[in-house]
């Protein structure tokens, strides 16, 4: 979040009036109306670039019940993206796959797709962690403000803050359990050579 971005309301605003075709089915097999892959490619033909086939590979739905939310997010994500901020600012190619890709999954494991069209905190949620991965800050935070409201409203920042708090417990344990384990020998050793 080394750089700032946008106003953080214009993109909460954008995804507040996301319009409907955003918000239409995507194709799963041959089910669903909006093709994801084509979609994306359409977005990064903005951004100057257009993506391989191998890469779109991943936006192409198979199974309904595994991909229908995270397809539908992927649409949204989309068309957040397509903000004339985010085109101004050159997003990489690499880095706006990632989103799509990674971010979104992660996003949609948590929380279904139209929530982050109808609920304001998730619009929000939707906005900061796509800032975040993109390394902006919403226009006018300082970085620690940008980070203590993204992990105050992320869910998935707070599960993954969870996640590396309970590692670094696993390892502090680990660390415990040697040290104690290495005096008892020493003291074992001492008894041995009394």
Do not use: C, H
């Amino acid at each position: 979040m080394e750089q700032q971005g946008p106003i953080l309301e214009s993109l909460t605003r954008r995804l507040a009036e996301t319009p409907p075709d955003f918000l239409d089915e995507p194709r799963i097999g041959a089910a669903g109306r909006v093709f994801v892959p084509a979609l994306v490619n359409d977005l990064l033909s903005q951004y100057g670039a257009r993506a391989k086939g191998s890469a779109l590979m991943r936006f192409y739905g198979i199974d309904a019940k595994t991909d229908r939310n995270r397809l539908s997010l992927a649409m949204i994500a989309v068309w957040l993206l397509a903000d004339d901020w985010f085109l101004a600012a050159k997003i990489p190619q690499a880095d706006a796959l990632r989103v799509l890709d990674e971010t979104v999954a992660e996003l949609a494991a948590a929380t279904p797709a139209l929530k982050f069209v109808n609920d304001a905190d998730r619009r929000e949620e939707l906005a900061r962690v796509v800032l975040a991965r993109l390394n902006y800050r919403p226009a006018g935070e300082t970085v620690a403000q940008a980070t203590d409201r993204l992990s105050s409203l992320s869910m998935t920042e707070r599960r993954r803050l969870l996640e590396a708090s309970r590692a670094a417990e696993r390892r502090a344990r680990a660390i415990r359990e040697a040290l104690a384990k290495k005096a008892a020998e020493e003291s074992a050793d001492k008894w041995t050579r009394e």
